[in-house]
């Protein structure tokens, strides 16, 4: 049994997919406590993989991407998910922390380290040798070392993402210093929380 705190269906708000249709399945739980979640995931249900399936067909149209995320996916995303996932026609992408080893069939992995997060204690440590996009979460707090070790990390897709502390004066100016480091480094990209910004989920 998996425990899924929602399934619903919108568009990708951030990183390559940004503006693509998928199915969000978020699992509930996470091995780590970042201080800037804003993610309530610690309610659930507890459901089948053919459950889970079902609901989401039931809210997918026609769409057949499915995004796990959560919390932390890995925890509970196992074979028989994948498989069920894979059965019915859906492509799986998973948004990861990347400290936990995936199984097998996850058909895009996002890679969202928190290795450099404050107050972790080394918890946050990656253990994913590659991934098809790191998504890092900006601020001036990273050292210049350490966003040249992800940069470098074997992805297609480099992405820095401000983050979000919740006082718009503060945000500005972390996404200000995120569009001035990109412009100097110009191997990686921009992402936004686009789904904020519209009031979308």
Same mark, same amino acid.
């Given at each position: 049994?998996?425990?899924?705190?929602?399934?619903?269906?919108?568009?990708?708000?951030?990183?390559?997919?940004?503006?693509?249709?998928?199915?969000?399945?978020?699992?509930?739980?996470?091995?780590?406590?970042?201080?800037?979640?804003?993610?309530?995931?610690?309610?659930?249900?507890?459901?089948?993989?053919?459950?889970?399936?079902?609901?989401?067909? /039931?809210?997918?149209?026609?769409?057949?991407?499915?995004?796990?995320?959560?919390?932390?996916?890995?925890?509970?995303?196992?074979?028989?998910?994948?498989?069920?996932?894979?059965?019915?026609?859906?492509?799986?992408?998973?948004?990861?922390?990347?400290?936990?080893?995936?199984?097998?069939?996850?058909?895009?992995?996002?890679? /969202?380290?928190?290795?450099?997060?404050?107050?972790?204690?080394?918890?946050?440590?990656?253990?994913?040798?590659?991934?098809?996009?790191?998504?890092?979460?900006?601020?001036?707090?990273?050292?210049?070392?350490?966003?040249?070790?992800?940069?470098?990390?074997?992805?297609?897709?480099?992405?820095?993402?401000?983050?979000?502390?919740?006082?718009?004066?503060?945000?500005?100016?972390?996404?200000?210093?995120?569009? /001035?480091?990109?412009? /100097?480094?110009?191997?990686?990209?921009?992402?936004?929380?686009?789904?904020?910004?519209?009031?979308?989920?």
């Amino acid at each position: 049994m998996y425990k899924v705190n929602e399934i619903f269906y919108s568009l990708q708000g951030e990183g390559f997919w940004t503006g693509t249709p998928m199915v969000f399945v978020r699992l509930s739980g996470c091995n780590l406590r970042c201080p800037f979640c804003d993610t309530d995931h610690a309610e659930y249900e507890e459901l089948s993989a053919d459950e889970v399936v079902r609901k989401a067909l /039931s809210v997918a149209g026609d769409c057949r991407r499915i995004c796990l995320t959560g919390g932390e996916p890995s925890l509970q995303a196992d074979a028989p998910l994948v498989t069920a996932f894979h059965e019915t026609g859906f492509q799986l992408h998973m948004e990861t922390n990347g400290t936990r080893p995936l199984h097998e069939g996850i058909d895009w992995v996002t890679l /969202s380290p928190k290795e450099d997060v404050p107050g972790l204690a080394g918890n946050g440590r990656v253990v994913l040798e590659k991934a098809d996009e790191v998504k890092l979460v900006f601020d001036e707090t990273i050292p210049e070392e350490r966003l040249e070790y992800w940069r470098a990390f074997p992805a297609t897709w480099h992405f820095l993402q401000p983050c979000d502390v919740g006082d718009p004066a503060r945000n500005r100016e972390i996404l200000r210093q995120t569009i /001035s480091y990109i412009a /100097s480094h110009p191997s990686w990209r921009l992402s936004l929380q686009t789904h904020k910004t519209l009031g979308i989920r």
